[in-house]
């Protein structure tokens, strides 16, 4: 045979082998494996963290709807409230004015002119 390595490879046998290139293809595969699994990872990491903030925005929806209906209830049951005691006091008021019309009067002369006097100043 020869001493030529090309015609040896032609028959089979590989070339020399270099360890230098060796292990700067091991060390670039591992590089591109680690590349790949990092970016899944990354993948996998957002998908999660998305999956979160929508939970989250969900139940934030959900209880800033909860909270909504129950203070529009309780502004319901304020107002009727204030309603009928509203009502309760202008009867007493027309009542006391039927059955003491001077003392009304008188009062109502009163608390305007306290009033007028805290407004004046």
Same mark, same amino acid.
């Given at each position: 045979? !020869?001493?030529?390595?090309?015609?040896?490879?032609?028959?089979?046998?590989?070339?020399?082998?270099?360890?230098? %290139?060796?292990?700067?293809? *091991?060390? +670039?595969?591992?590089?591109?494996?680690?590349?790949?699994?990092?970016? %899944?990872?990354? *993948?996998?990491?957002?998908?999660?963290?998305?999956?979160?903030? %929508?939970?989250?925005?969900? !139940?934030?929806?959900?209880?800033?709807?909860?909270?909504?209906?129950?203070?529009?209830?309780?502004?319901?049951? !304020?107002?009727?409230?204030?309603?009928?005691?509203?009502?309760?006091?202008?009867?007493?008021?027309?009542?006391?004015?039927?059955?003491?019309?001077? %003392?009304?009067? +008188?009062?109502?002369?009163?608390?305007?002119?306290?009033?007028?006097?805290?407004?004046?100043?």
């Amino acid at each position: 045979m !020869t001493d030529n390595p090309i015609a040896e490879s032609a028959f089979g046998s590989s070339p020399p082998h270099d360890p230098f %290139q060796a292990a700067k293809a *091991s060390a +670039l595969k591992a590089a591109e494996e680690l590349r790949a699994a990092a970016a %899944q990872k990354a *993948s996998e990491f957002r998908t999660a963290a998305e999956s979160r903030a %929508q939970q989250f925005r969900d !139940t934030a929806e959900q209880k800033a709807t909860d909270i909504k209906e129950k203070a529009g209830e309780f502004a319901d049951h !304020t107002f009727s409230e204030a309603r009928v005691r509203y009502d309760d006091l202008r009867a007493e008021a027309e009542k006391f004015a039927r059955e003491k019309p001077l %003392q009304a009067l +008188l009062t109502a002369f009163g608390i305007g002119f306290v009033v007028g006097a805290i407004l004046r100043r």
